[in-house]
């Protein structure tokens, strides 16, 4: 879904599951064009008696903030540290962007990475009647491109957020490339090695579990 940062958003009927629990898993990829101040990713969330539950929102540049309401009504708040960097770094590249709660803690992942941790005071998130917007808050917008957008009620441990980030067609793939300027008995030359240190060295990366590929793929 693409968001222009002036007044798109994604509604959610008010449903059952939505909140009111005590462990949850916010899980979204976001391509950003442009960095907005506090632009949420998930608000369940409104001024109003009751009306309060959660607020995944960017902040600080390169942050995350979380806010959670237990009665509807008092917040906490929890935002990352700012030189962790584990919020949306990059404009025009994907970020797969996950908190986790356990009733205690919120914990921040970034490409299901495990990046930062904070203590929160809610124990059980409110059970509010607003529906759930993604990518806007009251007169603030996300401006970038939504996609795989998932709550889960329960606490993803390291290995599961690891998982929806290594399943996914938009993770970032390394691929590290070996150059060799040539393979030579006589290698006595940094740009040169031997046959055999070359064999040695091709087995260890065969016993690691690398899977060679060829240039053209």
């Known amino acids: 879904i693409k968001l222009d940062g002036v007044s798109g958003k994604i509604t959610i009927t008010n449903l059952?599951?939505?909140?009111?629990?005590?462990?949850?898993t916010w899980n979204i990829w976001v391509k950003q064009n442009s960095y907005v101040n506090l632009a949420?990713?998930?608000?369940?969330?409104?001024t109003g008696t009751g009306k309060r539950a959660y607020i995944i929102r960017t902040s600080n540049n390169n942050s995350i903030s979380v806010?959670?309401?237990?009665?509807?009504?008092?917040?906490?708040?929890?935002?990352?540290?700012?030189?962790k960097a584990c919020g949306i770094t990059t404009n025009g590249e994907w970020t797969m962007i996950t908190i986790t709660y356990d009733g205690s803690k919120i914990m921040y992942y970034k490409n299901g990475i495990f990046c930062d941790e904070g203590n929160i005071t809610i124990s059980r998130i409110n059970t509010s009647p607003v529906p759930l917007s993604i990518g806007n808050y009251d007169t603030t917008y996300l401006n970038g491109t939504l996609d795989d957008a998932s709550i889960y009620n329960k606490n993803l441990s390291a290995e599961e957020v690891s998982y929806l980030y290594n399943i996914n067609p938009h993770k970032n793939i390394l691929i590290p490339v070996l150059v060799y300027h040539k393979i030579d008995e006589n290698a006595n030359e940094s740009d040169k090695i031997t046959p055999a240190n070359f064999d040695s060295q091709m087995a260890?990366?065969?016993?690691?579990?690398?899977?060679?590929?060829?240039i053209s793929d």
Do not use: C, M, V
Not at 204 to 214: A, L, M, W
């Open 67 to 83: 806010i959670l309401s237990g009665d509807g009504d008092t917040i906490d708040t929890e935002t990352s540290i700012t030189n």
């Open 16 to 24: 059952t599951g939505l909140d009111g629990f005590s462990q949850a």
């Open 40 to 46: 949420p990713l998930f608000s369940k969330y409104a």
């Open 204 to 214: 260890y990366i065969k016993y690691r579990g690398f899977t060679p590929i060829t």
